[in-house]
């Protein structure tokens, strides 16, 4: 008896089985979800920390503004000169500035805290005062006129102030 070879019926099979494709998903669901979620975190902390660069940016030169001009009168430099009185009585300058942190313009109360509409270049709002500051140490002869100068940066400049972020500096400088 002659034994013929049999041929298997089906067709050679290619490819995955389900169960295969299943598993290879939720092998790289599970390695690329996670990617993802620190990819979006990366983003925010990299935003976060350049407006925090800006708003330090924008801190030194109205610190050093105050400086150069003895602290009571305020110049800074943008597009157009600007000056204006700073006085030691803790009266607030208000100011705003660019994203790059170009000044633009002084601002007034009102726009301070409801947000700068009419000016799609204001990025960043500042508030700066003087306040004279008796010295404790010995270190300072009392003679000595010393001011406390205190610089808030606040982000973005459209939104009210309860809605913005900020950061404060405080310095103090030698009078004049």
């Not at 600007?82 to 601002?107: H, I, K, M, W």
Request: no cysteine; proline share 6%; aromatic share 4%.
């Amino acid at each position: 008896m002659n034994i013929l070879p049999t041929r298997d019926r089906r067709p050679f099979q290619h490819g995955f089985s389900l169960a295969e494709v299943t598993i290879s998903i939720g092998i790289v669901s599970a390695i690329l979800l996670p990617i993802i979620g620190l990819l979006a975190t990366g983003t925010q902390l990299a935003t976060v920390s350049q407006d925090q660069q800006t708003s330090s940016r924008i801190a030194d030169l109205v610190s050093e503004s105050i400086k150069a001009e003895g602290g009571i009168h305020l110049i800074l430099l943008g597009e157009h000169s600007s000056g204006f009185p700073l006085d030691s009585s803790g009266q607030e300058t208000l100011l705003t500035f660019s994203t790059d942190g170009e000044f633009l313009r002084e601002v007034t109360p009102s726009d301070y805290s409801s947000g700068v509409q009419d000016d799609e270049k204001a990025a960043y709002l500042v508030s700066a005062s003087l306040t004279p500051v008796i010295p404790v140490s010995g270190s300072i002869p009392r003679s000595v006129p010393i001011l406390q100068v205190e610089i808030e940066v606040q982000h973005p400049a459209v939104t009210a102030e309860d809605d913005r972020t900020g950061q404060r500096f405080t310095s103090r400088v030698v009078a004049p």
